[in-house]
Every structure is written in C-alpha cells, then in structure tokens.
C-alpha cells in the first residue's frame, strides 16, 4: 500500500484500480447532488447503521441479483475491511479454527491471525475455486467456527464458484449450524455482470455477506456494506463502538451516485477497459515469461494470478525487478503456511498500457 502512490514505479502489486477509471466527473456531480440535497446535515452525524436511502439503494441492488433483503438489514462500513473485521469479531473467539479458502486475502489472513484463530486452509482446485464435495469432508471432520469464502473473482487467484456450488455449500454450512462469511467485493467486475451471491440461498441463518464500492467506483470512499443477517444486532452495536457511524459525506456522495444512475454506465466501462488491459498482460506475460508459466483466467476484474515453474526463486525476481522500477505482490503472503509453488499476482489497472506491457517485460526477464 505505501508503494501504491510512489513516484516512478511501475505499479504491479497493488490491487487497486486505476485513477483513470474513477468516475471523477459522476462522483462531483454526486458530491453536488448530495450537498443540495443535504446541505448541513452532510456535515453533522447521522444514524450508526448508515444512510437510510443509501442502505435501502443498496438493498434493491442486491435484491435484483435475487438476495431478498431491505435496507433495515444492511448495515455501511468504512470499506470491506471492517466489515470484515465486524463478522469476525462477532463470531470468533481465541483457539476458535476459522475454515478459509486458499490462497485467501492477505489483509483477511492478518485479522483472522490477530484475532489468536486458528485456519483451516480449503485449497483452491481450479479457476471454479474448491471442491463442494472435498470442502463438505474437512468441515463436517474439523466443525471450524465460520468459514470465509470470497464468492466471485476471488483475491488473489480470480476463481469464481459456480452458483449451483454456492447454493450447496450454503446448504452444508446451514445443516452444519456454520456461519458463511461471504465476501463479495469483486462481484461487480464480472465481464457479464454480478452472479447470484451465496446470500441469495440463504433464509439468514447462514449467510452474512460484506462489500464495498472500493474496487468497482472508488476506494476513496471507503464505502462499505455489511448484511450479517441474524448477527445484525451484535454487528450494529460493535459497529457503533468502534466508530459511532461512517462518512456522512462518502455515503451521501454514493447515495447520490447511484439515484443519478451512474453506476451501471460506469461498471460498463470498467469492465470493458478490464477486458482490454487483461488480454494485453496475458500476452505479455506468454512472450516473456518462461515455459512453464501458468495465468490464471478470470471472469473478469483487474487482476491475474500468475504460477511460474518451481525453479523460478521469487525473492531475487522481486530484487532485480524493484531495481529496473517495478514492484509485484509475491505469492506466498496469501497463503497461512507455505505455499504450494511459486505465485504473482499482478495488477493490470493502476499502470498505463505501455507501462503494464514494458513492466511485463522486464518482470519476465527478472524471472528467466
């Protein structure tokens, strides 16, 4: 994150998206919206739980994607991170065994290992993600507390669980009286549009569901959003502890974004550039890596999971491509143990086009 503004670098590792994708123009208009709107009370507090309008906006959006829910369920955040943090703090206690699929979100790894939980690592088998049927065996043996599960172009590796795994799973984790973390940040970057949540199966018992606009709009904002179904009132007052409400200004901002309906013109235009910027890295990376490099293929978003041959030794990669001006995010920190092979994953959005092909180029070199 400090390297993700440092001057002259070309910026592989973080997984942001790109100043140039932001819908500076929209969200200015939004700001103006907002303040006409609002005038001072955009400046004042307002309910912990959020933006009433905004968490009932965000509520038909999800309902339009087949997750019943109304606004008086939703609860903003500041980012997906403390909705995060809110659903673990909730549900887990220290010794607790945290079930996560692997590779899994650094940063998730970070407050799971702070929150002294102990992690049932379920290995990715594919782009698909892991195995139902592998996944079932280890939780009905190990009973974790909850289990974590990015649903949809998963950070780092892009897997995307099908929707007829998500309504199984849920169904394992319902009769197994375990709560599902479903972390949906990504959803909106699908080329063709946001599948079904793992929410959309769910009666509220099982499933509790975070995301933010951070990576599709703007992670300025630091919009969030938290449906922890039958957990909520334990979420709310946490949430009110920790930080008495979010950004009046941010939520009024996005609130006004989307009453504008700007979203879906912009997420348009994201997912086109994505589409772009992804096959120009794919074939980067095919000239000028070694034989034996494997890319991931995502459904969509800004990033890819790159698996390089055994004998490639990252941490010179990192030496010699950080001394040529670029920086990648290595593998290994989205595992809690080892990792089975040597990893990358690369930002496609935050560097120029010419940048992003001649940082390939010289990364692939440091590799070879």
């Given at each position: 994150?400090?390297?993700?503004?440092?001057?002259?670098?070309?910026?592989?590792?973080?997984?942001?998206?790109?100043?140039?994708?932001?819908?500076?123009?929209?969200?200015?208009?939004?700001?103006?919206?907002?303040?006409?709107?609002?005038?001072?009370?955009?400046?004042?507090?307002?309910?912990?739980?959020?933006?009433?309008?905004?968490?009932?906006?965000?509520?038909?959006?999800?309902?339009?994607?087949?997750?019943?829910?109304?606004?008086?369920?939703?609860?903003?955040?500041?980012?997906?991170?403390?909705?995060?943090?809110?659903?673990?703090?909730?549900?887990?206690?220290?010794?607790?065994?945290?079930?996560?699929?692997?590779?899994?979100?650094?940063?998730?790894?970070?407050?799971?290992?702070?929150?002294?939980?102990?992690?049932?690592?379920?290995?990715?088998?594919?782009?698909?993600?892991?195995?139902?049927?592998?996944?079932?065996?280890?939780?009905?043996?190990?009973?974790?507390?909850?289990?974590?599960?990015?649903?949809?172009?998963?950070?780092?590796?892009?897997?995307?669980?099908?929707?007829?795994a998500r309504e199984q799973l849920v169904a394992v984790c319902r009769r197994l009286g375990m709560r599902i973390i479903e972390d949906d940040i990504y959803a909106e970057l699908v080329d063709g549009g946001a599948p079904k949540p793992m929410l959309a199966f769910d009666d509220g018992t099982t499933v509790s569901y975070v995301t933010s606009f951070s990576k599709s709009?703007?992670?300025?904002?630091?919009?969030?959003?938290?449906?922890?179904?039958?957990?909520?009132?334990?979420?709310?007052?946490?949430?009110?502890?920790?930080?008495?409400?979010?950004?009046?200004?941010?939520?009024?901002?996005?609130?006004?974004?989307?009453?504008?309906?700007?979203?879906?013109?912009?997420?348009?235009?994201?997912?086109?550039?994505?589409?772009?910027?992804?096959?120009?890295?794919?074939?980067?990376?095919?000239?000028?890596?070694?034989?034996?490099?494997?890319?991931?293929?995502?459904?969509?978003?800004?990033?890819?999971?790159?698996?390089?041959?055994d004998s490639a030794d990252l941490a010179q990669v990192k030496v010699r491509a950080r001394g040529k001006g670029v920086v990648f995010c290595a593998g290994d920190v989205f595992f809690p143990a080892q990792a089975p092979g040597k990893f990358m994953r690369l930002n496609c959005a935050k560097a120029s086009e010419s940048e992003l092909v001649r940082g390939l180029e010289?990364?692939?070199?440091?590799?070879?």
């Amino acid at each position: 994150m400090r390297q993700a503004d440092e001057p002259g670098l070309v910026n592989l590792a973080a997984g942001v998206p790109s100043t140039e994708s932001l819908p500076t123009v929209e969200l200015r208009a939004a700001f103006e919206k907002a303040y006409a709107d609002d005038g001072a009370k955009l400046f004042a507090y307002h309910h912990p739980s959020g933006d009433h309008r905004l968490r009932q906006l965000f509520a038909e959006r999800l309902s339009r994607r087949g997750a019943k829910v109304d606004g008086t369920q939703v609860l903003t955040t500041t980012g997906c991170q403390q909705a995060l943090q809110l659903m673990l703090s909730v549900l887990v206690q220290p010794g607790d065994i945290v079930a996560c699929q692997t590779p899994a979100y650094y940063a998730l790894l970070e407050l799971i290992a702070a929150r002294g939980a102990r992690i049932l690592p379920l290995p990715e088998r594919s782009d698909a993600g892991f195995d139902v049927a592998e996944v079932t065996e280890l939780l009905e043996f190990r009973r974790p507390k909850c289990l974590f599960v990015c649903t949809t172009l998963s950070n780092p590796s892009g897997s995307t669980m099908p929707e007829s795994a998500r309504e199984q799973l849920v169904a394992v984790c319902r009769r197994l009286g375990m709560r599902i973390i479903e972390d949906d940040i990504y959803a909106e970057l699908v080329d063709g549009g946001a599948p079904k949540p793992m929410l959309a199966f769910d009666d509220g018992t099982t499933v509790s569901y975070v995301t933010s606009f951070s990576k599709s709009v703007s992670p300025g904002l630091r919009a969030g959003f938290c449906v922890p179904g039958s957990l909520f009132e334990q979420a709310a007052t946490l949430k009110c502890q920790q930080d008495m409400h979010g950004s009046v200004l941010s939520e009024g901002t996005l609130r006004a974004f989307m009453e504008m309906d700007a979203v879906e013109p912009h997420l348009a235009r994201v997912r086109a550039t994505n589409q772009r910027r992804r096959a120009l890295a794919r074939e980067a990376i095919t000239r000028s890596f070694p034989d034996g490099t494997r890319i991931a293929d995502p459904l969509g978003g800004y990033m890819l999971w790159v698996r390089l041959p055994d004998s490639a030794d990252l941490a010179q990669v990192k030496v010699r491509a950080r001394g040529k001006g670029v920086v990648f995010c290595a593998g290994d920190v989205f595992f809690p143990a080892q990792a089975p092979g040597k990893f990358m994953r690369l930002n496609c959005a935050k560097a120029s086009e010419s940048e992003l092909v001649r940082g390939l180029e010289i990364l692939g070199a440091a590799v070879k």
